[in-house]
């Protein structure tokens, strides 16, 4: 099994940063992509960035330019720097990782507990 834990969400006014992180334990192997969702209230859950293994990123045209996705392989944790936030940023944000627990396993998907992330005056 594996835990997710995201940490860095908050209230954080028009035009500020956030950084959030989720770091990755348990049975784990190897990690290939490492992403980003956020869910706003009645909206559906909508992916933000992700990162494959090799580095190679993908970020939804809403936050291109804006956010930035990292992740340090030596502690299994993947980040999301996001910039000149705006208030449409409100949702709670879930990482998303797939991981093989062993070198024979097929890759399974863990999501995260969510972090809200509120942007207002």
């Known amino acids: 099994q594996v835990q997710l834990v995201e940490s860095g969400g908050g209230l954080v006014q028009p035009g500020g940063s956030l950084r959030l992180s989720c770091a990755a334990s348990?049975?784990?192997?190897?990690?290939?992509?490492m992403g980003w969702y956020r869910q706003a209230p009645g909206k559906e859950r909508e992916l933000v960035a992700a990162?494959?293994?090799?580095?190679?990123?993908n970020y939804a045209d809403s936050v291109k330019g804006r956010s930035t996705i990292s992740r340090d392989n030596a502690v299994n944790t993947v980040y999301l720097q996001m910039n000149s936030l705006k208030p449409e940023d409100t949702a709670v944000y879930y990482c998303?990782?797939?991981?093989?627990?062993?070198?024979?396993?097929?890759?399974?998907?863990?999501w995260g507990q969510g972090t809200q992330v509120t942007v207002s005056s």
């Open positions: 998303n990782v797939e991981v093989k627990a062993t070198y024979w396993d097929y890759a399974s998907n863990y």
């Open positions: 990162i494959s293994s090799g580095g190679l990123t």
């Open positions: 348990g049975r784990i192997f190897s990690i290939n992509d």
